[in-house]
């Protein structure tokens, strides 16, 4: 039966120092690899070992619409292949198109190994200051600035009410204006925590209440960055 291993990559570039060494044993038992961007794969690889033989694998790119490449995958598992599944960034999985490919594994029997790596996800809210008991990940705010900011108003009340943090992202270019945003439309006190670049040498997390952000706020445009609020105390 066919091994999965999931392959955290890094968050920055030149921060090769953050993925354990176990991790590139592990791909070495694999003969195929799914990437979520096969190139930056292949130079994360060879970043890690330069002497790593990247055309001893097979490759193929996991695509927002997955229906060949589960076909693909299903077959490579058929025929006893161990398996890395590799992402654009941190986790494989989390916030992530690989997701549908470690569901079908699972649906198969495959036994899967979730190596250790770089979440900016967590690492954002574990530098947060906020509760690390409740917190939700939704993902992508609307795009639209009426049901964006309906949106923003809905998971304050819901940390209030249930003292937990909310995590969110959005595209790099628009980070200013949702910064604005979440400055007008939060209340005061609600605590926001912007966190850039995680794990790079220019990385920044801070955390202060929406009253304190107008004087502090950052220019984030085109960086990449996590959001968290909480309004509870």
Request: proline content about 5%; charged content about 25%; some cysteine.
């Amino acid at each position: 039966m066919s091994s999965i291993y999931l392959i955290p990559c890094t968050l920055a570039e030149n921060t090769n120092e953050v993925i354990p060494l176990y991790v590139l044993d592990a791909i070495k038992k694999c003969s195929v690899i799914f990437a979520e961007n096969e190139r930056t794969a292949r130079r994360f690889l060879k970043g890690m070992d330069k002497e790593f033989v990247i055309d001893d694998y097979e490759w193929f790119t996991i695509h927002k619409t997955e229906a060949e490449q589960l076909q693909v995958f299903k077959l490579k598992i058929k025929e006893g292949k161990n398996i890395a599944i590799i992402s654009e960034a941190g986790c494989p999985g989390i916030a992530d198109p690989g997701q549908v490919l470690i569901k079908a594994a699972q649906e198969a029997g495959c036994t899967i190994h979730p190596l250790v790596g770089p979440s900016s996800i967590i690492l954002a809210l574990m530098a947060s200051g906020m509760s690390g008991q409740q917190f939700e990940f939704v993902g992508y705010l609307p795009i639209d600035n009426t049901e964006r900011i309906k949106k923003i108003r809905e998971l304050e009340l819901s940390s209030l009410k249930n003292n937990s943090t909310k995590i969110f992202i959005e595209t790099p270019y628009r980070n200013n204006q949702l910064i604005d945003s979440l400055l007008k439309t939060c209340a005061g006190k609600t605590r926001l925590c912007i966190a850039v670049n995680l794990t790079a040498v220019n990385e920044s997390i801070k955390t202060h209440p929406i009253s304190a952000w107008p004087s502090k706020r950052p220019d984030i445009h085109k960086q990449p960055a996590i959001f968290l609020i909480y309004a509870g105390e």
